[in-house]
């Protein structure tokens, strides 16, 4: 009875928040991964961490991160944040460092000022971006990975032979 009243409550606070506020929380159902939205006109300062997805249309000034998740940041969105993520898809503008797990992509809207850490970046025509890029190790050893697997059984031999006798 505890906790379906304290479920109760807690989607009485998410209704209250995605209907005055325009955060969104929580599950859109029992099974679906874990979602959020600062809407148009929210402005969030913090440290802000989730699981699975995070759209920003609003404004978040702080630190956001999340082991794997996906952080979408909407046309409206502007973000002046250090980033920490799976994976970053910037429509709107971003300020600060971003370090991404998988990729980074940045639209034909997008603007983006600072530095980026990630395996894989995508910049679409008439994006904007002013910073540094480094690819991390991970992308550097999965293209040797492929480029290996793709040479002749031969050629892989002899790469095994000298790599075990040194010449």
């Not at 009243?5 to 929580?26: D, F, H, N, T």
């Amino acid at each position: 009875m505890v906790n379906q009243e304290r479920s109760a409550r807690i989607g009485g606070v998410a209704r209250v928040l995605e209907k005055m506020m325009g955060i969104r929380l929580g599950k859109a159902n029992g099974g679906a991964p874990d979602e959020g939205l600062i809407g148009q006109g929210v402005e969030v300062s913090g440290n802000i961490t989730f699981a699975d997805r995070l759209e920003i249309e609003g404004k978040v000034t702080g630190k956001i991160s999340s082991e794997g998740g996906s952080l979408i940041i909407g046309e409206f969105g502007t973000v002046k944040a250090e980033i920490d993520i799976g994976v970053c898809v910037i429509h709107g503008n971003l300020e600060g460092d971003l370090t991404a797990r998988s990729r980074v992509e940045i639209h034909r809207t997008g603007r983006v000022a600072g530095d980026l850490l990630t395996p894989i970046l995508i910049v679409e025509e008439g994006a904007i971006f002013n910073g540094a890029v480094r690819m991390s190790q991970e992308a550097v050893e999965r293209k040797a990975l492929v480029e290996v697997e793709s040479e002749p059984n031969e050629i892989q031999e002899k790469r095994k032979t000298r790599g075990i006798f040194g010449g």
